[in-house]
């Protein structure tokens, strides 16, 4: 958000700045960063996903049902508001049981007051009962919903009646944050001057109190009759109303005074992709029940967290049936629907710093996260009918040669390439040596049949007890259990026999990850060969060339990896490839065909990797690499910028500080930012 911001009146200086003057205007720019922090990239904080309760048991729903749902899809704010409660306003005994259900599951609760059918003395009664005498301590209060909407109001009046109430809630509790208007649409005609208006009067005589903390809207993209064009190219209009009122919440932010923890932040308290559906929506359609509806809630969910949007609260849990069943969940069969599901792979698997990632097709979005340890990919295919291949590179390197090239920037030199099928969403997790841990498929065939995302994990480290039912083995052979998470096999007598022991694992696809890692150790006066054969879905066995592992015997866990690369075909009993698409069964022998051996081996994991990832040196903003960033870097990157020098591929990707393909006067300001801090 800061960074916009910046951008803005940056971007108007170097207008009538001649290229021969710009680097003496260097410090003028740095001057002016100085004041304001900035933000690198984007972080996901939990508490932006969000939704609304509704529909509440007291008006015919289920939603006490539904608590382990809402834990699994992480949703971590709830707002108890809406028209209903607005005209007609629950109980004090109803708000309390929404916020014991709403803090049971670790969420937030933003609980509104009642301004059509309320007043002012009823509002300090429920903060009283609430926060007070049941020492809730609610944190977000919003007052009315949707006054745009009311008969003969205005943004003046609901600002006069807002801080009526604020200063009759905060009076009650100071340390609560105030949200509000509840905008009905932004930018309907009726609306768009009530950003403005109701802004600027918090500008004059209102701000003394500072009366709002969380300035909020709601947005329903459609009116239920889009057509699949206008859903798949929705997010730009989103992304521009963001940022539109971003951009005049920061003008109020500087006309206030306020800063940092202080300033006013924007929230979204309502979101869908239509407000009513059309009759015939459904898995195929374009609306709220529709497979690319779900996609819309994912693709929405990176814009929100790219501009630094304080949460969004989806509309909603369950509710209705036909043209008014936006829930994310079925009222009735309390099935899960496809933004049940695309919710649930953003709010579980984006996490730590939002990453920027690209498309070259598109009908192909994407959305990615990184954290110390992992890298998140989500990718939203749009296309209806041909199988598309694509190209997953860890690096920014744009090849234009490249169809279906996706660019996820982890430093890092390697490439994947794999399958989409039509109306899918993948989410691919990499280690931060680039190997892939796990990839999640879901598409229209599976949320057909109502069933949750499938899950491949590369990794098989959660070694217990469950897990071992998993393997099978020959028990007068081989002893398995669990001993510290790590897998214990004692063998008794093992090889003459060619007894095996191995695991039928998901169907894996190992031409993006020909290598397997095996991390294990060896208790035994002697060293056994292990032999590792793959298995397809057809009962072909790699067996054409033998792979095996020779430990070492010091007690100690070692690393071993296996390359199966042209090794996929079988030898025996006959010649046949093996389809290393569809491996489904790893088979081990111990001295197969050899001398008995008996002893202990201890599997910590074993992991499906891609070695020839390699790291890419550098620190980002540290164009020059003599290991410090300073002016230097920011000169260069400007020189860049005019056509002045040009950049190796290293110096690319070191300048393109964020990650957005782009090196622009974004990334000084984010390189600035670095040295100011």
């Not at 028209?83 to 007609?88: E, K, M, R, W």
């Not at 926060?131 to 301590?137: D, F, L």
């Not at 890419?616 to 920011?634: A, H, R, T």
Request: with cysteine; glycine share 6%; net charge negative.
């Amino acid at each position: 958000m800061k960074i916009l911001f910046l951008q803005k009146y940056i971007m108007i200086m170097l207008k009538f700045i001649g290229k021969i003057k710009l680097k003496y205007y260097i410090k003028i720019i740095i001057g002016i960063l100085m004041f304001v922090p900035l933000d690198g990239q984007s972080i996901i904080r939990p508490e932006i996903f969000g939704q609304n309760f509704w529909l509440p048991d007291f008006y015919g729903g289920n939603l006490t049902q539904l608590e382990q749902k809402l834990l699994d899809a992480n949703v971590k704010t709830i707002r108890v508001g809406g028209i209903a409660p607005d005209q007609n306003p629950y109980t004090h005994l109803q708000i309390l049981n929404a916020v014991e259900y709403i803090q049971n599951i670790g969420a937030e609760p933003i609980i509104q007051v009642a301004l059509q059918g309320g007043s002012v003395n009823d509002a300090i009664s429920l903060i009283q009962y609430i926060n007070i005498t049941q020492n809730k301590n609610v944190k977000y209060w919003s007052i009315g919903n949707e006054p745009d909407q009311y008969d003969n109001y205005s943004p003046t009046l609901y600002a006069t009646n807002f801080r009526i109430y604020a200063e009759a809630l905060k009076n009650i509790d100071p340390n609560i944050k105030l949200v509000g208007p509840d905008i009905a649409n932004p930018f309907y005609p009726n609306s768009v001057w009530w950003i403005d208006q109701f802004l600027e009067a918090g500008g004059n005589d209102l701000s003394s109190f500072g009366y709002i903390d969380i300035f909020s809207i709601h947005y329903y993209a459609f009116d239920g009759n889009q057509i699949r064009d206008e859903v798949i190219n929705s997010h730009w209009g989103l992304k521009d109303r963001i940022e539109y009122i971003i951009d005049k919440i920061n003008q109020a932010n500087i006309r206030q005074n306020r800063y940092g923890n202080n300033s006013i932040k924007l929230a979204i308290t309502e979101m869908n992709i239509n407000y009513i559906n059309s009759i015939s929506d459904d898995l195929y359609g374009n609306g709220a029940n529709s497979f690319i509806g779900g996609q819309w809630w994912a693709e929405s969910l990176g814009e929100i967290i790219k501009n630094d949007v304080e949460w969004v609260n989806f509309w909603s849990i369950a509710e209705g049936e036909g043209e008014y069943d936006l829930g994310f969940i079925s009222l009735n069969s309390y099935n899960e629907k496809p933004s049940y599901h695309h919710f649930n792979l953003v709010s579980n698997y984006l996490y730590g710093n939002y990453k920027y990632s690209f498309s070259n097709n598109p009908s192909i979005s994407t959305l990615a996260s990184s954290d110390d340890s992992t890298s998140n990919l989500l990718i939203l295919n749009r296309t209806q009918n041909d199988i598309l291949p694509i190209t997953v590179r860890l690096d920014t390197l744009n090849n234009t040669n490249t169809n279906n090239l996706i660019n996820l920037n982890s430093n890092l030199n390697c490439e994947y390439n794999d399958n989409l099928i039509p109306e899918s969403t993948v989410l691919y997790q990499f280690s931060n040596t680039g190997s892939i841990i796990k990839k999640i498929i879901y598409d229209i065939d599976i949320a057909l049949q109502n069933s949750p995302p499938q899950t491949i994990n590369f990794i098989i480290d959660n070694f217990n007890n469950n897990e071992l039912i998993n393997w099978w083995s020959n028990p007068d052979i081989y002893q398995l259990s669990v001993l510290d998470g790590s897998m214990v096999v004692n063998i008794e007598n093992a090889g003459p026999g060619w007894e095996t022991f191995g695991k039928n694992i998901e169907i894996i696809d190992l031409t993006m990850t020909p290598e397997i890692k095996f991390v294990l150790k060896v208790s035994s006066p002697t060293s056994p060969i292990i032999r590792v054969d793959l298995q397809d879905i057809f009962g072909k066995s790699t067996n054409g060339e033998i792979v095996t592992i020779i430990p070492e015997i010091d007690g100690n866990y070692h690393e071993y990896i296996l390359d199966f690369s042209g090794k996929f075909f079988q030898a025996w009993p006959e010649w046949s490839i093996v389809d290393s698409t569809k491996i489904n069964n790893m088979l081990l022998f111990i001295n197969p065909g050899g001398e008995a051996f008996s002893g202990e081996i201890l599997i910590d994991n074993i992991q499906f990797i891609n070695s020839e990832c390699v790291n890419i040196s550098g620190l980002p903003g540290d164009i020059n690499q003599d290991g410090i960033i300073n002016i230097i870097d920011i000169v260069q990157v400007i020189s860049f910028i005019l056509d002045e020098i040009e950049f190796n591929n290293i110096q690319l990707q070191l300048a393109d500080i964020n990650n957005d393909n782009n090196i622009n006067i974004v990334d000084v300001v984010i390189i600035v930012g670095i040295i100011i801090n």
